[in-house]
């Protein structure tokens, strides 16, 4: 069974902090590695991809992707209470599936 | 402007009814999935198709139905048969050379 996992948290971070997400993955297939927010009661929005080994940056997120590991992260700078919800990980393979974890729940305390 | 449409966002439904969820989805992509999703829980995926007339059975399919007359539609029936219908449903499409996956609203669905 191909696996995403993740820590189902939650993971409580101070506003301002660097909140570090991470997440596995089993299928050594896998080419392509996404990062989902989802607000409580909302259908999950994109806020990271990435393809390739090593760090993307974009504004306060930094994806990280280390193949050899099977392993990606998410690092948010500067911690906003709005960055409180749950974060899911997916990766994608061939055959046009997708693989999700079952998601990180974040909290920022003010 | 361009994305995925689902209606109803919340649907109730007696014991025994089937009920019909619609996406709709002018992205132009090839690619539609439909995933149930419990509270506190990760997303499952249902059905999904690649192509028009054509569709595939995900992890959880059984007590559902999907049709793909059209690029641009992905109804789900929720049948009957369904033991647990109560869920979060989301549709989705994909750019299929990259992966990314794009969901529409959801529907809300309590069987009373």
Known sequence: QKEVEQNSGP???PEGAIASLNCTYSDRGSQSFFWYRQYSGKSPELIMSIYSNGDKEDGRFTAQLN???QYVSLLIRDSQPSDSATYLCAAYSSASKIIFGSGTRLSIRP | DGGITQSPKYLFRKEGQNVTLSCEQNLNHDAMYWYRQDPGQGLRLIYYSQIVNDFQKGDIAEGYSVSREKKE????????AQKNPTAFYLCASMVLNTG????GEGSRLTVL
């Open chain 1, 11 to 13: 993971l409580s971070v």
């Open chain 1, 67 to 69: 193949k050899a590991s």
């Open chain 2, 73 to 80: 539609s992905f109804p789900l029936t929720v049948t009957s």
């Open chain 2, 100 to 103: 990314e996956l794009f969901f």
